[in-house]
């Protein structure tokens, strides 16, 4: 006895079975264009793909944009990014925009020497948008964005799902005059998994600037990068964060957070198991080596089992508080008593006795691991501390459960030498500072 269904009655079941139908027969007939031997651009080849084609690159420099005309295709490279690349110096670009039904894939591409400079457009050069994308063994470099517009990137996902692996890029410039880009690579409202990237020798206000998405990382590297504003490396925020098996070295800020500036966060998850930790090495900012969570509530991030650095403070990690440090480690154990800085002092002292006082403030701050449990006091001793006397380095930017103490008022001088401030507490609330004067700058900063 046999059963007819209804599709009238179940139009879901229909429409099911159509698109099941329509996704069988694209697998099996999905076909093969290469370029240049069958079709003479890769434009020519992307406008006759359909959904699930593949586009074959040989080898070659290719001077073209390459713009995925919102269809789930794979553009790929026969023999690896070492052998085919899209080059300038023309301003050339690559568009993932409104990919509907399945996933737009660029495999073994290198872009190299590409220069934009635009008045009055923002377009990333690379641009994901609205679109789910995977890019893989691509090489980004030397790539060159100067633009007047406020919030332009060299890399953007907006509202996209993304994953790259095994990418690399390096040696790439974005300049626009102001503080409010979106960095190298600028990422909004979307989740990004990276796994096996590198990040080498960029310069930029952000290295990249992740809002209001949630990132994964995985085994990446993150070296000798430099932002003129905040973050290093990473600048956050609104979003959830997770990096294992990563390292972080030699990146540098000209404001806060060497490696990552955080805030308003979400969830933060920073290594965690043994297998899963990080390297966090010789990364430098004005304030905040390493870590710096600026906002976001009272929520425990995770920090565990990676490797500093520097010393457990909130020189490197600030607010120390924030973060659940359990198992990583630290290059200097520090120091957990009181020291003593004196103008005919030498930081090669231990500087825990006034007899043995070191002779700068910054290396005494460098060189201290206080804890809520356990607040430190620097005592000074008269005497006029300036970058020109004593080699002082200003502001001097301190830290939580730190006590700075003057032995006199009138005779312990901070002369800062310049307007900015003397001293900086921004960001700090369990410090202290007295019985000293501060001059020739704009006073304390208390944020």
């Not at 504003?229 to 979003?239: P, Q, R």
């Not at 005779?411 to 307007?419: C, G, W």
Request: charged share 20%; net charge negative; glycine share 8%.
């Amino acid at each position: 006895m046999s059963h007819k269904v209804d599709y009238h009655r179940f139009p879901s079941i229909a429409c099911l079975l159509v698109l099941f139908v329509l996704g069988a027969f694209n697998t099996i007939y999905a076909a093969e264009l290469r370029v240049p031997s069958e079709y003479s651009s890769i434009y020519s080849a992307i406008d006759a793909a359909s959904r699930g084609d593949t586009i074959l690159l040989e080898d070659g420099v290719y001077r073209e944009n390459l713009d995925y005309m919102g269809k789930a295709i794979t553009i790929r490279s026969v023999n690896g990014p070492d052998f085919c690349s899209i080059e300038g110096p023309d301003c050339f670009r690559v568009f993932i925009q409104d990919v509907e039904y399945g996933i737009a894939v660029m495999d073994g591409i290198t872009l190299r020497n590409i220069e934009c400079s635009l008045e009055y457009q923002r377009p990333p050069v690379i641009d994901v948008s609205n679109s789910t994308a995977e890019i893989r063994n691509c090489r980004f470099t030397e790539l060159s964005y100067t633009t007047a517009q406020l919030h332009s990137t060299v890399f953007s996902s907006d509202e996209s799902d993304l994953t790259l692996r095994n990418c690399q890029f390096s040696a790439n410039l974005h300049q626009d005059g102001n503080d409010t880009d979106l960095g190298i690579l600028g990422i909004r409202s979307s989740n990004v998994s990276m796994f096996d990237c590198s990040f080498t020798g960029n310069r930029d206000s952000n290295i990249m600037e992740v809002r209001d998405s949630t990132i994964e990382l995985d085994q990446c590297i993150f070296s000798d990068n430099h932002s003129y504003e905040d973050g290093g490396a990473m600048l956050l925020k609104d979003s959830n964060l997770i990096i294992t098996r990563s390292t972080f070295s030699g990146n540098s800020s000209d404001k806060t957070g060497g490696a990552l500036h955080m805030s308003e966060m979400k969830t933060v998850t920073i290594g965690g198991s043994e297998e899963s930790g990080n390297v966090f090495n010789d990364n430098s900012a004005e304030a905040f080596q390493h870590l710096l969570c600026e906002t976001g509530g009272h929520t425990t991030f995770i920090a565990r089992n990676n490797s500093f650095s520097g010393t457990h403070n909130g020189r490197y990690i600030h607010p120390l508080a924030r973060f659940d440090l359990t198992g990583s480690s630290f290059s200097n154990p520090g120091i957990s008593q009181d020291v003593h800085v004196s103008t005919d002092g030498s930081d090669n002292n231990d500087g825990l006795t006034p007899d043995t006082p070191f002779k700068t403030i910054a290396h005494a701050l460098e060189q201290l691991a206080p804890t809520e449990e356990n607040p430190l006091t620097i005592y000074l001793e008269n005497g006029e501390y300036s970058s020109f006397a004593t080699g002082e380095t200003f502001p001097v930017t301190l830290y939580d459960y730190i006590t700075l103490k003057g032995r006199d008022q009138s005779e312990t001088i901070l002369d800062a030498d310049h307007p900015a401030a003397v001293i900086d507490t921004d960001l700090c609330t369990a410090l202290t500072v007295k019985d000293l004067t501060a001059t020739s700058g704009s006073g304390i900063n208390c944020g």
